[in-house]
């Protein structure tokens, strides 16, 4: 694995518990993202420049229900000053669980995306994480031709997973759905400005819910810097679900529970007209 996998001595708190929280989505837990900026055509003077439409998504599959919060959803800053009020959302959501020790608190929605959107590649980079890396170094156990994931490592997931744990997803996906044009327009600028942000974090969570479920040692080598998974199929897999694997059956199981939950909310009403 690259190190987004089995990174370097301080490893990265779960992606998913990430995504799960900020999207309530679901939520995150980190690639760069673009900015498109075009010159601007010349205007005659005293002519006011024509407003561009904004281009309708190709395909719906799964419109987003209506927030339960008509009134906030009149009343959302713009993407680029939108932290603070996503942060004190969803503290709010918690309810008594402090989640701000766990955010990065700079361009929250837009890493939230951008970590959403790369769970299924192969890497993920760690400069956009929506979330601070877990304390402690990677241990394994072995050397570097034969090596199995220690299962200490699953205690640096113990903070994060008491969250995930004690999450109410109807609370978290109200926040997900009040804030969630701002999700979009994240994900337009991210290189999708026909995408549709809640069918991506859809196909996204079931391809987490996917993960295969291993039991047994989780055995390892290291023929670099870095340790990846000695089965190749394993190694394969997303980084995503590489990531579920490394976290422990008991901890991937808790999650996935969560992720169906989110599922169900964001797929189950019908949308705003």
Not at 26 to 43: D, E, F, M
Not at 208 to 218: C, Y
Not at 233 to 245: D, M, V, W
Request: glycine share 6%; hydrophobic share 45%.
């Amino acid at each position: 694995m690259a190190y987004d996998d089995f990174d370097r001595p301080s490893i990265n708190k779960p992606l998913i518990g990430a995504a799960i929280a900020v999207a309530a989505a679901g939520l995150g837990g980190w690639l760069y993202w673009r900015s498109h900026h075009a010159a601007l055509p010349t205007v005659p003077v005293g002519a006011e420049p024509e407003a561009a439409a904004p281009e309708p998504p190709a395909r719906i599959e799964h419109p987003v229900p209506a927030s339960p919060d008509e009134a906030a959803n009149a009343a959302l800053p713009e993407l680029n000053d939108s932290d603070k009020a996503i942060i004190d959302a969803l503290g709010n959501a918690a309810a008594g669980v402090t989640l701000a020790q766990y955010l990065v608190p700079e361009s929250v929605i837009r890493h939230i995306v951008v970590t959403v959107d790369n769970l299924p590649r192969q890497k993920i980079a760690v400069d956009k994480r929506p979330v601070t890396p877990a304390a402690g170094a990677f241990i394994a156990d072995g050397d570097e031709l034969h090596a199995t994931l220690d299962k200490r490592n699953f205690r640096r997931y113990e903070p994060m997973m008491d969250v995930i744990r004690k999450a109410d997803m109807q609370r978290f996906a109200a926040v997900y759905l009040r804030f969630y044009p701002l999700f979009q327009k994240a994900y337009q600028d991210l290189g999708y400005p026909t995408g549709y942000f809640n069918d991506r974090l859809v196909n996204v969570i079931d391809m987490l819910l996917a993960t295969p479920q291993i039991t047994g040692p989780i055995e390892l080598v290291r023929p670099n810097v870095m340790y990846v998974f000695a089965d190749p199929k394993l190694e394969a897999l997303p980084a995503g679900q590489k990531l579920l694997i490394r976290m422990g059956a008991d901890d991937a199981t808790a999650v996935k529970a969560k992720l169906m939950e989110l599922r169900a909310i964001i797929t189950a009403a019908a949308p705003k007209r």
